[in-house]
């Protein structure tokens, strides 16, 4: 569930991706929805949940991936925090409204946001 909080004092994970590099899990990888997070965010390729074939640096692990991506994640695996979407480009937008809205309809958004 997608929460929006409109709060100046309320608690939230200031540091997303350093957390995420702390408490992933292998499985996270391996879901087919995360493996096509990582594909379009990021344009790299899930092996296996130890090695990630990036086009620029070669092969990475999970840690090496964008700050965005690894937001991305954390808000689909762990809602024990609120999540600061700040660290999220707007390459991830698509993913943040199909995980957490996926009833709503994007088929008219060029019209509405002006493009």
């Known amino acids: 569930m997608l929460k929006i909080w409109y ?3 309320i608690e939230y994970m200031k540091d997303a991706p ?3 590099d702390n408490v992933y899990e292998d499985e996270w990888i391996e879901d087919s929805f995360v493996k096509e997070m990582i594909q379009d ?3 790299c390729t899930v092996i296996s949940s130890h090695i990630i074939d990036s086009p620029i640096l070669g092969a990475i692990t999970p840690r090496e991936l964008s700050g965005g991506v690894k937001v991305l994640i954390l808000m689909l695996k762990d809602d024990s925090f609120i999540y600061n979407m700040s660290n999220c480009g707007d390459n991830c937008v698509y993913f943040e409204v199909d995980a957490f809205l ?3 309809d994007r088929t008219s958004w060029g019209t509405q946001m002006g493009n």
């Open 41 to 43: 965010v990021d344009h």
């Open 7 to 9: 709060h100046a004092n």
């Open 18 to 20: 350093s957390h995420f």
């Open 102 to 104: 996926p009833v709503c």
